[in-house]
């Protein structure tokens, strides 16, 4: 069929597969934002699951309903080398200018400005030269007293408390989204659960939305032992057929084409219902039918060039960022789970690759850093890839 008109290429569709089967938690946020610019006191939402299932485009949707609202948002994704201060400042700075059209009072913007300014520039250390100074692009005078003391934790409920205020002279809120909220550093987890904690207590209109890996929880917990108050927690995983099924019938209807249910069915079993295997197996079993409906036979012929894509684009590009002796790890992980999406107990691990738990800590370690296997409870190790084990041993 015509892959140009192909309903799952990616920015194809009006509804991603992705957002197929979250209903429930964008009613669950409209009602957040209903809630909290009502005045009520909201609990901040964190996203958790692994990758693949969609988290991103959530978090995406959830941020363009806010603004629908009139809301303030900005949106910005953590990295595990970078402090929080610079990305935030710009995303803040993003919803000031969207509070700022509605706001009557131009002097009440630029103050609101002139503090997230001054907690911006502390992102660049005093003694630093003249060249590497950072210019945040804001567009005020410096605010100087508030949000610039220079510790994360202080300043972050200043200035939480400051764009708050904005918000609330118009009768809206503000969402924070942060997307991969697992790398960022212990410091600035624990300024966000500060300020967090703060906005719960204060009933500020404001909220951050996070999304992470399934550990993230702990990751807070460890943070603050408080964490597990502040924040509504979801887990995002695979869909179930009927939404799966959806996911794929949709968009192709609106190019007046359909899909056999011997389709439907194989499409389920090869994706497992993962988000992001559902639009690649589904854009190549469009791209392999020659007329409408697509049938059992088109999906056959087109899973392995969707497989080998995945390989190269997915699941390779994350394998080529391990080492040596973290890929024997991986294969290790695969190895015992016999390529199911399950975890592994380290001890096990250790013992099947012939070595002590102890010598293969680094390599953990180092895998955990990069976001390739997380650890839901001591002593047990999982890919956050969803098929990572099944790709690794079909590797030649």
Request: hydrophobic residues 45%; glycine residues 8%; contains cysteine.
């Amino acid at each position: 069929m015509d892959p140009v008109r192909n309903p799952f290429a990616p920015g194809a569709g009006q509804r991603p597969p992705e957002l197929a089967g979250r209903d429930r938690e964008l009613t669950a946020f409209d009602v957040v934002l209903e809630r909290v610019s009502r005045g009520r006191p909201e609990r901040s939402l964190v996203l958790t699951g692994l990758r693949g299932v969609g988290k991103t485009v959530l978090l995406g949707e959830l941020r363009s309903m806010a603004v629908r609202a009139g809301w303030g948002a900005g949106k910005i994704e953590a990295r595990p080398d970078a402090d929080l201060r610079r990305p935030l400042s710009a995303a803040l700075h993003r919803a000031v200018r969207d509070l700022a059209v509605r706001h009557r009072a131009p002097d009440r913007v630029e103050e609101t400005l002139g503090v997230l300014k001054a907690f911006a520039l502390k992102a660049t250390p005093s003694d630093a030269k003249l060249k590497d100074r950072w210019q945040p692009g804001i567009d005020a005078p410096v605010l100087s007293g508030r949000a610039d003391s220079g510790d994360i934790e202080i300043d972050l409920v200043e200035l939480f408390g400051v764009v708050a205020e904005l918000a609330a002279d118009v009768g809206v809120g503000v969402a924070l989204l942060i997307d991969e909220m697992q790398d960022l550093q212990l410091d600035d987890v624990s300024a966000l659960c500060a300020a967090c904690h703060e906005l719960s207590q204060s009933g500020a209109p404001l909220v951050v939305v996070g999304a992470g890996l399934p550990h993230l929880p702990a990751v807070l917990s460890a943070s603050k032992s408080y964490s597990e108050r502040l924040f509504r927690y979801v887990r995002i995983g695979q869909l179930d057929r009927d939404d799966a099924d959806f996911a794929l019938t949709a968009p192709a209807k609106r190019e007046d084409a359909e899909l056999t249910p011997a389709a439907l069915e194989a499409l389920y079993e090869v994706s497992g219902g993962y988000p992001y295997f559902v639009q690649a197996y589904g854009k190549a079993a469009w791209d392999a039918a020659v007329q409408s409906p697509i049938d059992v036979d088109d999906v056959r012929v087109a899973a392995p060039d969707a497989g080998a894509e995945l390989a190269v684009g997915f699941f390779g590009s994350r394998y080529e960022r391990a080492t040596p002796a973290e890929r024997e790890y991986l294969q290790g992980m695969a190895e015992l789970a016999e390529g199911r999406d399950e975890a592994v107990q380290t001890a096990k691990l250790a013992a099947h690759l012939g070595k002590r738990a102890s010598s293969l800590s680094p390599a953990r370690d180092s895998l955990l850093r990069k976001g390739l296997v997380f650890s839901a409870e001591r002593g047990w190790i999982a890919f956050t890839v969803p098929h990572f084990g099944r790709f690794l041993l079909g590797r030649d």
